[in-house]
């Protein structure tokens, strides 16, 4: 899906044009610089809709907006000057246009669009029907959003739309290196490492929940808090994997088992079924649907165990938020405010959508 080939947008911080349409974010808009000698400087004409052109002089060959929002038409011409000559002006070059806005939130709010970035779709989160996305976190982001304009007296829903990365550092790293992504979510846990590695921000937790290690029935996965299961199969750089070494302890390099990819929990739960593995750690909600998936097509029986504090002691709830840049904070603010607002509602969303669940 993503956006129609005629809205380009900037790709990262650096705000390097892509040909148009100008991230939220983006620091300036850098003209091509074909022209160089001694004492050269530019003019640039900066046009608002509704206003008048402005013409600034500057030393450096590029555009950053200031005081300016929506779509603006710019062109340039170099201006030379010599020690002790006259200066000479260069022809004006064609002009183009972009659109910038100084922050996510302003693009939101002008564009009625939330652009999403978004791993793999897999089950009640984030799920694909036909060309367009649904689940639990979508739907939350589409009332967030409708919140969020009706605050100013906008009533429309936000139009969702998204750009897909693999699980793993491409996903993290989308809003570093794409400048049109308002904000990430695919049931990311709520981690200080990750806000730390990818200069992220986390909203208030959308969800809480033990993970759930899955093995066949009547085998017992924890002995006086310690996994016993031979080989325990997580999805890679997710909190399962994090947690499954830190149970495992020295063994973990013979007994973990790494999933990578597309269809990682797929293969990990056919790997159990098969005893290729003893058991699969994956959030709750997940290991749910999963295991409700396996016993209607292939009637495979497995058995559920939540890993709370009565089997490990100190371990916490997993958290789930959407991540937003650092710089992205009025953002983050308006949309704890919403959460903070519709968090009753959401309490039974879950025990609605997948059978089984409890808080």
């Known amino acids: ?53 402005i013409l600034q002089r500057t030393a450096r060959n590029s555009i950053v907006p200031q005081g300016i929002e929506g779509k603006v038409r710019w062109n340039v011409r170099p201006v030379w000057q010599s020690p002790g000559q006259r200066e000479r002006f260069g022809e004006w070059n064609k002009e183009q246009s972009f659109t910038y806005y100084p922050s996510a939130l302003n693009r939101i709010i002008a564009t009625r669009t939330i652009h999403v970035g978004t791993a793999e779709p897999d089950g009640f989160f984030v799920r694909q029907e ?4 649904t689940g639990y976190e979508i739907e939350l982001l589409r009332d967030l959003g409708t919140r969020i304009l009706a605050a100013r007296g906008i009533p429309a829903k936000p139009t969702i739309t998204y750009t897909r990365r693999i699980w793993g550092e491409d996903f993290f790293r989308l809003l570093e290196r794409d400048g049109a992504v308002d904000l990430i ?13 990818y200069g992220l921000l986390f909203t208030q937790p959308t969800l809480r929940y033990p993970q759930t290690m899955i093995a066949k029935p009547g085998i017992k996965a924890f002995v006086d808090g310690k996994l016993v299961l031979t080989r325990v199969g997580a999805a890679e750089k997710t909190t399962n994997e994090t947690f499954a070494r830190k149970l495992l302890g020295d063994a973990a390099s013979e007994r973990f088992v790494p999933y990578a990819g597309s269809g990682a929990y ?94």
């Not at 036909?130 to 996305?133: D, M, P, Q, R, V």
């Open 130 to 133: 036909g060309a367009e996305l």
């Open 266 to 359: 797929d293969r990990m739960l056919a790997d159990l079924v098969a005893e290729r593995i003893d058991g699969a750690l994956i959030d709750k909600p997940y290991a749910l649907q999963k295991v409700a998936e396996l016993k209607q097509s292939i009637g495979a029986e497995l058995a559920l165990t939540d890993i709370t504090a009565e089997i490990v002691p100190g371990i916490e709830l997993e958290k789930m938020g959407f991540a937003v840049r650092k710089s992205d904070r009025a953002l983050l603010q308006e949309l704890d405010t919403q959460l903070t607002a519709t968090a009753a509602t959401r309490d039974g969303v879950l025990s609605k959508s997948i059978p089984g669940w409890s808080n």
């Open 185 to 197: 979510a695919a049931a990311i846990s709520i981690t200080p490492e990750r806000e730390k590695t």
């Open 1 to 53: 899906m993503g956006f129609p080939a005629q809205d380009k947008r900037a790709h990262g911080p650096t705000g390097k044009t892509g040909g148009g349409l100008v991230s939220g974010r983006a620091a300036a808009a850098v003209l091509d610089d074909e022209r160089s000698g001694p004492g050269k400087s530019f003019v640039r004409s900066l046009t608002h809709p509704g206003k008048a052109p």
